[in-house]
């Protein structure tokens, strides 16, 4: 199908499509194709090609006193079986950010469970981030730690952190619907401060939740007026014990078609895969990544999983995605590894078939008959 090329132009003249223009988008079927490829093309066009991951680490887990109804570590839903754990030790953490450095990840996130963090979790967060950033200096260090002030992100920012992750996780109008411990415009006092504060900020959804297109598209036009440049697009993988752990899963349609707009709205943003993703078909995930999603989140993603980073640069690099300089010597140095260790040829077909009457002459040994 032809790629709408007046958008294409709007794009490149920093404007981009309407709320109409997304809606009538995300209503009608029949303007699929136009938008995928019009999104593709807006993604080679607009979108780096150097696919980023960030590997996490899930610092604190367990007993959040807010009651998101779709999260397993919320202790409002006590049927639901996430462990629980205080702030992990120094160590660990420096442990999991080396085996994430030597994975090829340059980005590297603490994710810790909580609505905020007391004065004296910060100060531990702020001694990691400084350990962390001794012993491995070459890491962009994150952190998603809850509602943060500027008082407190000044002191992460003074320890080495970079980047202030803070999920909107729907539009402003659906999200009293799955949270009342919090308020939506608190997520977006914490951007705010983070980016008062000098910090990158890194911000997106959570799909499939019951709300409609139309909360989708608020959320990507609401995170391009607050000139976000790192977008994760999770997908509800419903946890048992919570309140939406049968919540009907989103179709792979219209996730795409969530994908494909956010990269119009959004255009210069990594659009990043993240949690509930492995739901997807493989389809779907070579498709998202032609019509947008350029990065990824990569670990265990606090209550549901995700491949590891040399699987997600396979896929990247299948979809036309070039490497950074780390994942290169990474993928490098494990084709070395293979090709050193790799065990000699055995005996051909035809010298094994002499010594073994039992091997059909023109079968393969899985199929040989005695």
């Known amino acids: 199908m032809p790629v709408l090329q007046p958008i294409i132009d709007r794009i490149a003249r920093n404007e981009t499509i309407s709320r109409d223009e997304a809606l009538a988008f995300a209503s009608d079927p029949a303007l699929r194709a136009d938008l995928f490829d019009t999104a593709a093309e807006a993604t080679k066009r607009f979108a780096s090609r150097i696919f980023n991951i960030c590997g996490i680490v899930s610092i604190k887990t367990g007993a959040c006193s807010c009651d998101c109804r779709w999260c ?3 202790a409002h839903w006590p049927s639901s079986s996430i462990p629980i754990h ?3 030790p120094v160590s660990e953490v420096d442990a999991a950010a080396e085996h994430a450095a030597a994975g090829g990840i340059t980005r590297f996130s603490l994710v810790a469970s909580g609505r905020k963090p007391s004065a004296r979790e910060t100060r531990m967060y702020a001694e990691h981030l400084k350990k ?5 200096p070459k890491l962009e260090l994150c952190a998603s730690l809850g509602l943060l002030n500027e008082k407190d992100l000044a002191l992460l920012k003074e320890a080495g952190l970079v980047r202030v992750h803070c999920n909107l996780e729907t539009s402003e109008r659906f999200f009293p619907q799955v949270c009342s411990s919090h308020t939506w415009e608190d997520k977006v006092k914490t951007i705010r401060a983070a980016k008062a504060a000098g910090l990158e900020v890194c911000s ?3 799909f499939g939740m019951g709300e409609t297109a139309e909360d989708r598209i608020d959320l990507a036009f609401a995170l391009r007026e607050l000139e976000v440049p790192s977008i994760p697009l999770n997908l509800l993988d419903p946890r048992p014990g919570t309140p939406l752990e049968h919540a009907p899963k989103l179709s792979e349609d219209h996730f795409l078609t969530t994908v494909a707009l956010y990269r119009l709205i959004n255009p210069q943003a990594e659009l990043r895969f993240a949690g509930g993703r492995l739901q997807l078909s493989e389809y ?3 498709e998202a990544m032609r019509i947008g999603v350029n990065s990824a ?7 549901t999983d995700t491949m590891g980073p040399t699987a997600e640069a396979e896929r990247f690099m299948a979809a036309g995605y070039e490497a950074d300089e ?3 010597e990474v993928r490098a140095e494990s084709t070395a590894r293979k090709t050193l260790y790799a065990r000699p ?3 051909d077909a035809s010298r094994r078939r002499r010594f073994n009457p039992y091997l059909a002459p023109h079968a393969s040994s899985a199929s040989a008959a005695p």
Do not use: H
């Not at 962390?132 to 491995?136: H, I």
């Not at 989140?297 to 209550?303: A, R």
């Open 204 to 206: 997106g959804g959570l």
């Open 326 to 328: 780390a994942m290169t």
């Open 72 to 74: 397993a570590q919320s």
């Open 345 to 347: 040829a055995r005996a």
């Open 284 to 286: 779907a995930v070579r």
């Open 132 to 136: 962390l950033r001794s012993t491995n």
């Open 297 to 303: 989140i990569c670990g265990s993603l606090l209550t």
């Open 86 to 88: 205080p702030i992990l």
